[in-house]
């Protein structure tokens, strides 16, 4: 049984830090201040239809796609094969083809009930599409929303789509979208000997570029293995990297709001602990909360919920702790960079910090010094002092790349 300790102050530490200001705000120039949008203001990649139909006609096409790839509000397949275009195969990421599949569950082959087209999926028994599965195929087009973070998988899945591209000399057409936290870049650098289908790039947690912009660095930076894609972005219209997006559709089950979207860098560290981030509630990744810890008045009960939280983590218990969507809607004030602060706050209330992180915290960080600090009781000022230099040397990468105002 863990125990907690300091449970009278943390209920007024978390509420603190849920709606805080830090104290350098005060510095930050009104012109770095992100502006929240609406995607729908930003024309996105597929729906730059001139810019990549000519290059489809004649062709058999996969796309690697999911419930975000609309064309205005027709999914990209219907808009492929009202164009007069073959579409031969679908290729789906983790939560499938409909996105309506919950995080790290396999997903099965199957055919689109609407078009008969087949689906192989790539989150399953396989993650790279097969030189089987590209037989046939003359062009790929890559066309799902990310949300700019290193352990959200759509990334990885673009890596392994670029390597068998390569490999098996198909061209790729990435129909660029919007970052939804594209406007700072953050965190740890990924340390190589951490490397897993939840962080393969030497990249920090939050990146700070597009699909499109991602593409090309992995492309340009060799980490396809010493091989090239054969790929062309279809740049976004409208876009600047000034900008929190409200995304039109969910890009997964568990990220149902722009505030959940922009909570996500922080809280998805805490699926590496003992803390449920309200997994199986209405609000997940906007809530903070264990069964254990009886501070303040707010509370959550976890359920299973079919297609976006099966048997969550404290299912059906009550989850005492913090709602922070505040701190999302405060983003105006808030520094350009994810709270670390609940995750060292929320490690320190437990007495028996040995049971606090589990195996899977030292992948989402991209290394184990990050966890090591938090036990030895380093400030966040100290921690991020740990990220400087490694961040410098990506910001000059990253730079090489970017297609639109940073």
């Known amino acids: 049984m863990v125990k907690i300790t300091k449970i009278f102050t943390l209920g007024v530490i978390l509420a603190f830090a849920s709606c805080h200001s830090n104290q350098s705000n005060s510095q930050i120039r009104v012109s770095e201040k992100p502006q929240l949008v609406n995607s729908d203001e930003i024309l996105n990649g597929a729906e730059r239809t001139g810019l990549y139909f000519p290059a489809l006609a004649g062709k058999s096409i996969g796309i690697i796609c999911n419930q975000t790839s609309l064309v205005k509000n027709t999914h990209l397949l219907d808009t492929l094969i009202n164009s007069g275009f073959t579409v031969k195969a679908i290729f789906s990421p983790e939560h499938g083809f409909r996105g309506s599949s919950d995080a790290g569950e396999d997903i099965i082959d199957e055919k689109d009930s609407k078009t008969g087209v087949k689906i192989i999926s790539l989150y399953g028994k396989k993650k790279k599409p097969l030189p089987g599965d590209l037989e046939g195929i003359d062009i790929l087009i890559f066309d799902i929303q990310d949300v700019g973070v290193r352990f ?7 890596t392994l789509v670029m390597e068998a591209a390569a490999e098996n000399g198909i061209p790729l057409v990435v129909t660029d979208r919007p970052n939804p936290n594209g406007f700072y870049v953050d965190g740890p650098v990924l340390d190589s000997a951490f490397r897993s289908f939840v962080g393969m790039h030497p990249v920090p947690v939050v990146y700070g570029m597009t699909i499109g912009e991602y593409a090309l660095m992995i492309n340009d930076e060799g980490w396809l293995g010493g091989k090239k894609c054969n790929i062309t ?6 876009y600047s990297h000034n900008m929190i997006v409200k995304l039109k559709v969910k890009p997964s089950p568990n990220l149902p709001s722009w505030q959940s979207v922009y909570l996500y ?3 998805c560290l805490f699926e590496g602990t003992i803390i449920s981030v309200g997994r199986g509630t209405e609000t997940p990744f906007q809530v903070i909360g264990h069964p254990g810890f009886y501070a303040g008045s707010f509370f959550f009960k976890p359920q299973s919920i ?7 983590l404290y299912e059906n218990q009550d989850c005492y702790g913090s709602n922070v969507t505040g701190f999302a809607e405060n983003f105006a004030q808030n520094e350009n960079h994810f709270a670390l602060d609940w995750l060292i706050i929320m490690h320190n209330v437990f007495e028996d910090s040995t049971e606090f992180f589990n195996a899977y915290f030292d992948r989402l960080a991209g290394n184990d010094l990050l966890r090591k ?5 380093l400030t966040e000022p100290e921690i991020r002092k740990s990220w400087e230099n490694d961040l410098t ?3 000059q990468i990253r730079k090489k790349y970017l297609l639109y105002p940073d």
Request: proline share 13%; hydrophobic share 35%; glycine share 10%.
């Open 306 to 312: 079919p297609g976006i939280s099966e048997h969550p």
């Open 265 to 267: 860098p922080s809280l």
């Open 393 to 395: 040397a990506f910001k």
């Open 373 to 377: 600090d938090i036990i030895n009781g």
């Open 152 to 158: 959200y998988t759509y990334i990885s899945t673009l």
């Open 233 to 238: 972005v279809i740049p976004l219209k409208g």
